[in-house]
């Protein structure tokens, strides 16, 4: 079998993209084309995809911000966001047949990686419970259900402190 290649997706690439999320997620919580044009325009550096050969198996993405927690909110335009300290992850979506490969902790590693080198604080997310202990096992937080109620699902908020002020305080 080929080796999983992690690798920033292209604008072409966004078609396929999108249609891997909509198998994903239910329609009601799935990303929309604008969304994820209006994430690859802003955000690119953020925009990890993951691919076995030709095929494209998993994507990751999501939104710089000052918000500390992920609400409904998050899904549109941010405009005023673009330097937020902040991130939040808004997809990490990997096809159905290549799931339990750890095709999504490599993206994740990859997106917090990102994250790290551009100096985010904190990443920030939204998860169905059975995503708790995924996301714990890469040193996050749960910080209990979550006001939003995107899809129709019950969502869970997650955490991870990348860099904090503290030498700033000594």
Request: with cysteine; glycine share 8%.
């Amino acid at each position: 079998m080929n080796e999983i290649v992690l690798r920033l997706i292209t604008e072409d690439e966004l078609d396929a993209a999108i249609k891997l999320e909509q198998k994903c997620y239910s329609p009601e919580a799935a990303a929309t084309m604008a969304g994820f044009q209006f994430r690859y325009k802003h955000y690119r550096s953020f925009f990890w995809s993951a691919w076995l050969g030709d095929q494209l198996v998993g994507i990751t993405n999501g939104i710089r911000t000052s918000q500390t927690d992920c609400g409904d909110e998050m899904k549109g335009n941010q405009a005023d966001f673009f330097e937020g300290n902040n991130f939040c992850i808004l997809t990490i979506a990997v096809d159905a047949h290549y799931r339990g490969r750890g095709i999504g902790t490599l993206l994740l590693r990859k997106l917090i990686e990102q994250c790290s080198s551009s100096h985010i604080e904190t990443i920030i997310l939204m998860c169905e419970e059975h995503l708790i202990p995924f996301y714990e096992s890469e040193q996050f937080e749960s910080r209990g259900v979550s006001a939003s109620t995107h899809g129709g699902i019950v969502w869970h908020e997650m955490r991870r402190v990348l860099h904090t002020m503290e030498h700033l305080t000594e």
